[in-house]
C-alpha cells in the first residue's frame, strides 16, 4: 500500500471542509510563563461532538460509494468516535450502529444515542470489540470504520494539526495525545510537510505505554487494559497504519501521571476556562509539567477534547 | 463634555491592540438549535484576566500622564476590574491600590494580590466604596478609574462589540450583561456604527433590576445591593456616564434568573466547553431561556468573564 503522504491529509481537508469546525487555537500567558515557552493549544474540545475524532468520521464517511452509504456503518469504541461516527452518519443520512463498552461515560453514550445511532454494549474487560465488529459488519453488511487504525480516519485526524501549523507557522515541537495512534499519526505526516524541524512526540498516560513500547521494540506492542482517568487512551495496542506512520515521522513517545492530567485539568478550568476531558489534558501535561523540555521554544498542543461528564469533571478539579 | 461617540472606541482599540487579546467568537450547533437562532459568542471570558474589563483598563491607564502614572493608580471593584487594574497597571510599571470587597471570591483577591497590587478590603453591605476611593486617592495623589462610570473605561469595553461586528457582520440582536453599564454602553456604541439596526439589549439579574427601572424612570434609580448568583452584577446603580450612552443607544433592558444563569453555566461547560462564571452568563441565559424572542436572527452574545473559583463552579454546575 502507498504509504500514507500530506497530500492525502490536504484531500482530507477539502472533503470535512464547511462540515467540521476550523477550531482556534488559543494562547494563556499564564501557561506560557509557567512552562517558559510559547504555547499554542489547537483546541479540539470545540470541534463539533466536542474531539477531533469528527474529522476522521466525517473523511471516511465521505468516501463511501452509494451501495455502502445505503447499508450503514458500523464502529466500536470508547466514547468519542462513536459520537463522531453517528453525527456524521446522521448528517449524511447513513444509519450507524456503535459498539460501545459498558462502563463508557454517561455523557458520551447520551450524545451517542442523541445523534440517532443503535448502541450495542460490550464487557472492555472481557470481549474483544474488534472481533464483536468483525461479526456484525459481516452479518450486516456495513461497513466498519475503527475508531484509528483506518488510513482515512488518520487523514482526516491529520487536518486539525495543519490548521495549526497554517495558523502559528513553523514549530520547534507538537505534542499529541496518544492512544491508538489516529491522532498523533495525522499530526506527524502534516508535521512532516509543514514544519519538517519539528519534533513531533507523542504523549500517553504512564499506565498505558505501550506505545513507547512499540516504538522502542520497533513493532506493535500489546499491552493490558491500562487503568487511567485517560478514558479515550484506554487502549492495549496502537494500529497498525498508524504504527507505520508513527515508526517513520514521530521522534519521541512520552508519558505523564494521571495525578499530572487532574493538575492539568484543574490549570485549563481555572486559568485558561476550559473544559478539557482527562486524554484530553495529556499534551498539555507534559508540556506543563516539565515532562519534555521546552524552555524557549515554540510549542504546539493538541487539545484533543472536553467531554467529560460534569460531575465527574466536578469531583476531578475540586480533589 | 462631549457626547462619546464610535471615534472613541476606535482610539480606544488602537491604544489597547497588542496587549490585550482579540478573543474568539464561537459557535454552537447545540446552542443555536436550543435557541432556533443563529448565536455568535465573544468570549471575554478568553480575555487576559479572564474578562473584558482589561480592556477599559488598558485604556484608561493608556491615556495618563506622566504625573499620573508616577502617582498610581487607585479603584475599588467586586473583581475582575480589580484583576484588570491590577495587570494593566503592573505592565506599565504603574502602582496600583484596589479597595475589594470581603466577600469578593477568593480566586478574585488572589488574582489581583498576584499582579502585584495592593488590597484594601471593605464591607459591601456597610461601607460606601466609593467614598473610601476618593478620600483614598485624595489623601495618596492617585487617579481614581472606577470600574465603569468613566469614559476611557466605557471606551475600552466597547471594543469587544467592535471585534465581534467586524467578524460576524451586521446582527439582528445584540445581547450583553448589565451590571455598571460598561459593557453595555460601550457595546451600544459600537453597534450604533457597525450594525445600524441591531437591537441592543442589556441583560441584568432579577435581582437587581436597577437598569430597568433607571431606563422606564429616565433617571438612574439606586437599589440596595442586590441578592445573586452574579457577583459581577451586584451593583447598586449605573454610572452617570453609562446612563447617558444606555438611555441614547440601547434599546431595552431584560432580567434573568438565578436558575437561569445555572442553566446556562451547565450549558457553557457541558457543550461549549467553557467554564464561564456566574455574570458572564446573563446575555447567553437570556437567548437560551427565550427571554428575548431571538427564533430565526443572527444574534450576538457578550459572554463578559470567567473567573469563578472552581469549587464554586463545580458546587454550581452539579447541584
Known amino acids: 500500500m502507498i504509504p500514507l503522504q500530506f497530500s492525502d491529509i490536504q484531500a482530507a481537508a477539502s472533503r470535512i471542509a464547511g462540515i467540521a469546525h476550523r477550531t482556534p487555537v488559543l494562547t494563556s500567558r499564564t501557561a506560557n510563563a509557567r512552562a517558559n515557552a510559547q504555547l499554542f493549544f489547537k483546541c479540539e474540545n470545540y470541534q463539533r461532538t466536542g474531539a477531533f475524532k469528527f474529522r476522521g468520521a466525517c473523511n471516511a464517511l465521505a468516501r463511501f460509494t452509494d451501495e455502502q452509504r445505503h447499508a450503514g456503518v458500523l464502529t466500536y469504541s470508547s466514547g468519542n468516535h462513536a459520537q463522531a461516527i453517528a453525527l456524521a452518519a446522521s448528517l449524511s443520512g447513513i444509519k450507524a450502529a456503535i459498539i460501545m463498552p459498558h462502563d463508557a461515560p454517561a455523557l458520551k453514550v447520551a450524545a451517542t444515542k442523541g445523534y440517532g445511532a443503535e448502541v450495542i454494549v460490550y464487557d472492555r474487560y472481557k470481549e474483544n470489540r474488534e472481533e464483536i465488529g468483525r461479526r456484525l459488519a459481516f452479518?450486516?453488511?456495513?461497513?466498519?470504520?475503527?475508531?484509528?487504525?483506518?488510513?482515512?480516519?488518520?487523514?482526516?485526524?491529520?487536518?486539525?494539526?495543519?490548521?495549526?501549523?497554517?495558523?502559528?507557522?513553523?514549530?520547534?515541537?507538537?505534542?499529541?495525545?496518544?492512544?491508538g495512534g489516529g491522532l498523533l499519526a495525522g499530526s506527524a505526516i502534516s508535521a512532516r510537510a509543514l514544519s519538517p524541524n519539528c519534533r513531533v512526540i507523542g504523549v500517553e498516560p504512564e499506565a498505558g505505554d505501550d506505545g513507547r513500547q512499540s516504538l522502542a521494540k520497533g513493532e506493535v506492542v500489546t499491552i493490558a487494559v491500562p487503568d487511567t482517568?485517560?478514558?479515550?487512551?484506554?487502549?492495549?495496542?496502537?494500529?497498525?497504519?498508524?504504527?507505520?506512520?508513527?515508526?517513520?515521522?514521530?521522534?519521541?513517545?512520552?508519558?505523564?501521571?494521571?495525578?499530572?492530567?487532574?493538575?492539568?485539568?484543574?490549570?485549563?478550568?481555572?486559568?485558561?476556562?476550559?473544559?478539557?476531558?482527562?486524554t484530553g489534558c495529556l499534551a498539555a501535561a507534559a508540556a506543563l509539567h516539565g515532562v519534555v523540555p521546552v524552555a524557549g521554544l515554540r510549542v504546539g498542543i493538541l487539545v484533543s477534547g472536553g467531554n467529560v461528564d460534569l460531575a465527574r469533571f466536578a469531583a476531578l478539579v475540586t480533589a
Open 139 to 179: 452479518e450486516r453488511g456495513m461497513t466498519l470504520i475503527p475508531p484509528y487504525d483506518h488510513r482515512d480516519v488518520i487523514c482526516g485526524q491529520g487536518t486539525a494539526a495543519m490548521e495549526l501549523f497554517e495558523e502559528t507557522g513553523p514549530l520547534d515541537v507538537l505534542l499529541v495525545c496518544l492512544g
Open 229 to 278: 482517568i485517560a478514558d479515550g487512551a484506554m487502549v492495549t495496542h496502537l494500529g497498525q497504519h498508524n504504527f507505520e506512520v508513527i515508526r517513520r515521522d514521530v521522534d519521541a513517545i512520552v508519558t505523564v501521571s494521571d495525578a499530572q492530567l487532574v493538575d492539568t485539568m484543574k490549570f485549563c478550568a481555572e486559568r485558561m476556562k476550559m473544559v478539557v476531558e482527562p
